[in-house]
């Protein structure tokens, strides 16, 4: 064994193997791979082996893509075969919501360039003869989909990556990861110990107890999963070609064809986690008992899905356990606080995903930053929140929602409440109707007394949409009050704070007082960051954004930090308060503080510390609602008292308080831009708008290079917001724009503008077909709406009351 490797990926399955051979591909070839068995000893030896493109998240989609184009190239590179059987499959219908969803996958299609289209039932009949299509509206046909040999295809990759210069140590475990003072690590296995400046963790059903090895836990778990493997089926080989794959998400079963009988899958509700306690380093090739009680039901409604299946023996029953995240994505990327340690874990769907891991995770360790946003993916979306029995209870509930519809405005229970702030009691008490980000409850909305506490999961306008129109209304016309804890809080201190920041944001760093809003950018120019920056007191600055981010710009922040002169906190569930807004936002403020909050001492865009009541507060004069607003921030124990003498004062001033939805549909009439939906790794300042926060003069901050370039050069898109002519549904995101019956844009988000009364969509459209007033159109659910660039705010168009 070697002494010293580039990188060392640990794990021989279908993942670790990607990620070796992608690390060749993209030009490393000093790396290794250690197995403690032969390689496909985890979950990877008994899969379906079946792959599809469909991901609730465009870029996971394509990334789905791009590994089931892989294999012919992998084929070809190894010389080894992967079995490949491309049969193309339907996902069936049976009812209109699950219709809804698939139209809008389908618009989702159109604009990524995937070759999907909806089928009638007739059609399915067709495809499919032994599908009954009793009780079937109608399904989608992905021409992608398919199937392989696990086995084949991860020797494939090894392969490929050998040839490529990888070397592989099987039967060779890892024992021990160690950090040494020059920020190397020494890989200790079974046969000697390896130094590196690398490690992946591709441990698959041990990736817990790798990452046990150098501190941290990784929210994901093994499920139990079963799928039959059925004696010869008369209406099976007799056909001239291969059935297509068929997904039956209403029975909770996926089907294809196995050699001259059938495969079946289940993902049963009455579903058990495994491994509970860890996985063993002796668990092997071998496979769990069956359990066909757990599956008895969805069993029942696939022989009538599949009459043939009545008939016919089972051959084989596989049950074997495999890891999925809370949210069933994979933990990708650079592990916040561990330096030089890469995670590859809790991939669920291998051979759907394995090429887009292997791929990004490479990019990311050689190029410095994957060349599309993987967020959804990114190993820092769960931060440090995650206990044990969360990430179980939440891995249960997502696998049994696998085949579930998820709702854009759906809100899951499992495990919930799990961090709450003091006010939750006060929003408890007023009737909240809850949901959670990052771990951390918020308000969605506040039903009105006798009135149940339950948005209805749709996809069109829910039973909250009057009830949002009027915490809407009540900013504008009055004053609204909603918690900030909803934010990620960083606290940068210290004599290098200025530089620091200067250097790691794109605008110039406000003086003290006052607040700027800035862009942070990769080296590459793309936006990985969208702030506001407040300068307290000298060398004392609070940054606020978006509150899923947390732990992902903490990794950045600290990357970047000097040896010494600058400190910098997450005091996101520190500071914490309530922001009012509204046109009597000013009189209530000024009736619960001594300080003279008059426009001409405390203008927009100003910050100022000041008590509140009886608490010591930082007050900034922002809103994201647009409208004339205070951000109020106070330590986490003071917040029950300021939000008594907020709501005391407020009385006679119309105070009410609003919800997460209402404030998301206040800003649509200022077309302010969200983390993620407008901003995110794939957009550029120039694209999206926020180069007007871009401070170009400076002489170095990360991503200038870029940026000049980009400014030179204008964009060929840009953001836009459209009146949208909807009737009981708007767009969520994603939805194609349409010109003249092409797609030229999409939706990056939506919805319903309730004091404006309009429907409004932001997307991305070519820029040269942006003014206002030029028409497109918008697929909604399989409707094609009318919708019209307006690019002037609906509210407060010359932000009067804003500044005001
Ligand atoms: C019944 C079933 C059906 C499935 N069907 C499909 C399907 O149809 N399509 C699909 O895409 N996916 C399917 N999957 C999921 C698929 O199997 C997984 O997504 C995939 O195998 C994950 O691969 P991996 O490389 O991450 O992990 P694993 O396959 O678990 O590999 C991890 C490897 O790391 C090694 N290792 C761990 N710790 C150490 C250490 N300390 N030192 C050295 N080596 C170590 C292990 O020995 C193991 O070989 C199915 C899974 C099951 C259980």
Redesign the pocket.
């Known amino acids: 064994m070697k002494s010293h490797a580039r990188a060392v990926v ?8 990607s990620v070796l051979f992608h690390l060749t591909k993209l030009g490393w070839k000093d790396v290794v791979l ?4 032969e ?13 599809h493109t469909i991901n609730s998240d465009p870029n996971i989609a394509k990334l789905q893509g791009y590994t089931i184009g892989l294999y012919k190239e992998l084929e070809e590179i190894s010389g080894q075969a992967c079995g490949l059987h491309h049969v193309g499959g339907v996902t069936l219908a049976t009812d209109q919501e699950r219709m809804d969803l698939l139209t809008a996958e389908r618009a989702k299609h159109r604009y990524m360039g995937l070759d999907t289209h909806l089928v009638s039932p007739k059609e399915i009949a067709e495809i499919c003869p032994v599908v009954s299509i009793e009780g079937v509206v109608g399904g989608l046909y992905d021409p992608l989909d398919g ?1 392989l040999d ?1 086995s084949g295809t991860t020797h494939a990759y090894a392969k490929a990556a050998k040839m490529q210069g990888a070397e592989i140590y099987l039967r ?4 021990e990861l160690n950090r040494k003072a020059d920020g190397t690590w020494d890989v200790v ?1 079974e046969e000697g110990t390896i130094n590196t400046e690398n490690i992946v963790n ?6 817990r ?2 990452g046990a090895m150098v501190g941290v836990y990784h929210p994901l778990h093994p499920m139990e ?3 039959l493997v059925t004696d010869d089926i008369k209406e099976v080989y007799e056909r001239d070609t291969e059935l297509p794959h068929i997904v039956d998400p209403g029975g909770e079963t996926y089907f294809r064809q196995e050699g001259r009988g059938l495969v079946l ?1 289940i993902y049963e509700q009455d579903c058990d986690p495994w491994g509970v306690d860890g996985t063993s380093w002796d668990f092997g090739h071998e496979l769990l008992p069956d359990n066909l009680d757990r599956i008895a039901e969805p069993l029942e409604a696939a022989f009538k899905r599949y009459p043939c299946l009545a008939e016919a023996g089972i051959k084989t029953v ?6 999925f995240a809370p949210d069933g994505n994979p933990l990708v990327g650079p592990m916040p606080g561990v330096p030089g340690y890469w995670c ?2 809790a ?8 090429g887009g891991v292997g791929l990004t995770l490479a990019e990311w360790m050689i190029e410095g930053e994957p060349s599309t946003d993987v967020f959804a993916m990114d190993v820092a979306r769960y931060g440090d929140f995650c206990t044990n029995t969360y990430t179980r209870e939440k891995v249960k509930e997502n696998y049994q929602h696998r085949f579930s519809i998820v709702y854009p405005n759906e809100e899951l229970p499992a495990a919930r409440p799990l961090k709450t702030t003091p006010a939750y009691g006060i929003w408890d008490r007023q009737n909240a109707v809850f949901g959670s980000g990052y771990g951390l409850e918020h308000v969605n909305y506040f039903a009105p007394a006798g009135q149940e506490r339950y948005e209805t999961p749709t996809f069109r306008r829910s039973n909250a949409f009057d009830i949002v129109g009027a915490e809407c209304r009540a900013v504008r016309t009055a004053v609204g009050i909603n918690e900030i804890h909803n934010f990620g809080k960083y606290e940068v201190t210290g004599p290098g704070a200025e530089d620091y920041l200067n250097i790691i944001m794109a605008n110039r760093m406000p003086s003290v007082g006052r607040i700027t809003l800035t862009p942070m950018l990769s080296p590459s120019g793309v936006l990985i960051g969208d702030f506001t920056v407040s300068h307290i007191s000298q060398g004392r600055y609070q940054i606020t954004g978006s509150s899923t981010a947390q732990a992902y710009h903490m990794r950045w922040f600290e990357k970047h930090l000097p040896d010494h002169g600058v400190d910098v906190k997450n005091i996101s569930l520190d500071r914490i308060g309530f922001q009012i807004a509204g046109p009597n936002a000013r009189a209530l403020l000024s009736k619960t503080t001594r300080a003279d909050v008059s426009n001409e001492a405390f203008a927009f865009l100003r910050v100022q510390e000041m008590e509140v009541g009886n608490a010591p507060a930082t007050v900034c004069r922002v809103s994201y609602t647009g409208d004339l607003g205070y951000e109020i921030y106070v330590p986490a124990a003071y917040q029950v008292s300021l939000y008594e003498t907020l709501a005391e004062a407020g009385k006679d001033l119309g105070l009410k308080p609003f919800g997460m939805r209402a404030m998301m549909s206040l800003r649509l009439e200022k077309s302010f831009g969200s983390w993620l939906r407008e901003y995110k790794p794939d957009y550029t300042p120039a694209e999206t708008g926020l180069d007007r926060f871009v401070q170009f003069q400076k002489e170095n901050f990360i991503g200038r290079e870029a940026a000049v370039i980009a400014r030179d050069t204008p964009p060929k898109r840009h953001l836009a917001t459209l009146i949208v002519d909807a009737d009981d549904a708007d767009v969520w995101g994603d939805e194609p724009i349409f010109k003249n019956g092409d797609v030229v844009g999409f939706v990056t988000s939506g919805g319903y503008a309730h004091f404006a009364e309009k429907s409004v969509a932001i997307g991305f459209l070519p820029t040269d077909m942006i003014e206002d007033g030029a028409q497109f159109e918008i697929e909604i659910l399989g409707d094609m709406r009318s919708a019209i660039v307006n690019n002037t705010p609906l509210f407060d168009p010359n932000a009067e009351r804003m500044r005001g």
Do not use: D, K
């Open positions: 640990i794990g021989g399955g279908v993942v670790g193997c250690i197995e403690r068995s390689l496909t000893s985890g979950s990877t030896w008994h899969a379906a082996g079946g792959f199937h696990p060779n475990r890892v024992l296995t591709a441990g698959g059903l041990w990736a107890e790798v999963h079963q799928y899958g596989i049950n074997g356990p495999f890891t590859a874990c991939v669920m769907a291998g051979f759907s995903q394995g």
